[in-house]
Nanobody, 115 residues
Framework: QVQLVESGGGLVQAGGSLRLSCTVS????????MYWYRQAPGKERELVAQ???????NYLDSVKGRFTISRDYAKNTGYLQMTALEPDDTAVYYC?????????WGRGTQVTVSS
């Protein structure tokens, strides 16, 4: 069974940085797309960044220039480098992948940015 495990969340001051990781296990198939979503309290889940198998990326407008999504194909791991963090970035961040047209989710990691 495919499993996603996120790590790297925590508490950081505004202006600080964090790097989230997402490791995908129990799959022998290639990962097509990888996504990072977030959900703040009382808000809907939103797509923050995505990366295709070929490496093309897209970002939520509010994080462009501050966040960078990447992936290590050999390790089946994805990353979200977050810099210049703002209090509005506070949320639970979820990793998601598509493998053979099925979408899988991690359980999320909390990111809290203090002002």
């Amino acid at each position: 069974q495919v499993q996603l495990v996120e790590s790297g969340g925590g508490l950081v001051q505004a202006g600080g940085s964090l790097r989230l990781s997402c490791t995908v296990s129990e799959t022998r198939s290639s990962i097509s797309k990888m996504y990072w979503y977030r959900q703040a309290p009382g808000k809907e889940r939103e797509l923050v960044a995505q990366i295709s198998e070929g490496g093309s990326t897209n970002y939520l407008d509010s994080v462009k220039g501050r966040f960078t999504i990447s992936r290590d194909y050999a390790k089946n791991t994805g990353y979200l480098q977050m810099t210049a963090l703002e209090p509005d970035d506070t949320a639970v961040y979820y990793c998601s992948v598509i493998i053979q047209n099925a979408k899988y989710w991690g359980r999320g990691t909390q990111v809290t940015v203090s002002s």
